[in-house]
């Protein structure tokens, strides 16, 4: 299936702007149950459901002006992004889908309030700044959900940042992934904390795109994702409606651990980790064996998010150095 088939759905024929400039903010989001493995890569439509939390205040902000010229401009954190560069290409190419030839050429100025480098998927905040944004642009005025099917189009997790709180995105069935989306969930956890702990702020050896397709090529565990996330989506789901951190915390863990272990069955063999991920993880272990309710979860990168309580916030601080502690539910921002 192309995309140009799922943006005629929606929006219609490319188009010219309606205004000559829109803003729009999209917060981070990360996954408590991972989507890991794609059933189209063209659509970024996922193998399984997944279900995230975003993290107001953190996220992108994108511009976008119309401006006189031939080519476009990509600017992040005040930094010229060349066009030829695979985010570049990328980039281009999911405005491509939206207008007319003879439309503008477009500058898009990104700025990011999380360290980019902290393996925080700024592609799907960026994603989803940037189809807001567009939104408003084109002057679509489409309801949320459309949005999101539009931003898994640039970047799958991206669907999930249309929405604060809790999110879960839809495996669907659709060939040309109509049911595939974000939708909030109504519960929020005020106490809820993440803590960002920052192991290292080198490029990933392995893009997600790669790893993920690989994994699904090579893995002989990949058989058993499709099941772990069954079970963990479910639990992960209750443990919210019910407030019981202890079993959101087990399933966030069990299933970060899961997808790392998938990934590593790969041949080639790929691993996230580096020695210091490793040392913290025991260090997690060791601290919840004395009573501490810690947990963590890890994403396409070496560093980890602890999750807590706000009751621990205290201790966590003492006990780990984490670059930043988010509570993605509290109105104190
Ligand atoms: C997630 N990740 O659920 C998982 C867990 C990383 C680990 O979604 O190819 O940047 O653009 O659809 O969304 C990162 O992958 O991949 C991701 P594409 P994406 O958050």
Not at 39 to 61: A, C, F, I, Q, W
Not at 128 to 153: E, F, M, V
Not at 244 to 249: A, D, K, T
Not at 252 to 278: D, G, V
């Amino acid at each position: 299936m192309n995309k140009t088939a799922v943006i005629e759905k929606i929006i219609g024929s490319p188009m010219l702007p309606k205004k000559d400039k829109a803003k729009a903010f999209a917060p981070s989001n990360i996954a408590l149950c991972k989507y890991w493995g794609k059933r189209d890569p063209v659509l970024n439509l996922p193998m399984t459901g997944s279900l995230s939390v975003s993290l107001n205040p953190k996220g992108s902000e994108t511009q976008i002006n119309i401006q006189d010229a031939k080519e476009d401009t990509i600017i992040v954190d005040g930094e010229k992004i060349k066009n030829d560069t695979t985010f570049g290409k990328n980039l281009i190419h999911y405005l491509d889908l939206f207008r007319a030839p003879t439309s503008p050429r477009l500058t898009i100025t990104t700025c990011n309030n999380i360290p980019v480098a902290a393996g925080f998927a700024s592609s799907a905040s960026g994603f989803g700044a940037l189809t807001k944004a567009l939104n408003q642009l084109y002057d679509w005025q489409l309801p949320q959900k459309q949005l999101s099917i539009l931003a898994r189009l640039g970047s799958g997790s991206a669907c999930r940042s249309l929405w604060n709180g809790f999110v879960e995105w839809h495996q669907g069935s659709d060939p040309l992934g109509m049911d595939s989306h974000g939708e909030p969930l109504k519960t929020t956890w005020p106490q809820l904390c993440i803590g960002i702990v920052t192991i290292s702020s080198q490029k990933k050896p392995y893009s997600s795109r790669e790893a993920m397709a690989q994994t699904l090529e090579t893995s002989t565990l990949y058989q058993a994702w499709p099941k772990q996330v069954e079970q963990d989506l479910k639990a992960i789901k209750k443990a919210i409606h019910e407030k019981n951190f202890l079993e959101l915390g087990r399933h966030s863990e069990q299933n970060a651990n899961a997808m790392h272990a998938t990934l590593m069955a790969s041949w080639p063999s790929i691993s996230y980790h580096l020695p210091q991920t490793i040392e913290i993880i025991q260090k997690i272990w060791a601290i919840r064996k004395k009573g501490l309710d810690v947990y963590y979860t890890q994403d396409a990168g070496p560093n980890i998010k602890l999750l807590f309580l706000e009751k621990d916030k205290k201790t966590v601080a003492e006990n780990f150095s984490c670059s930043d502690i988010i509570q993605p539910f509290s109105t104190n921002y």
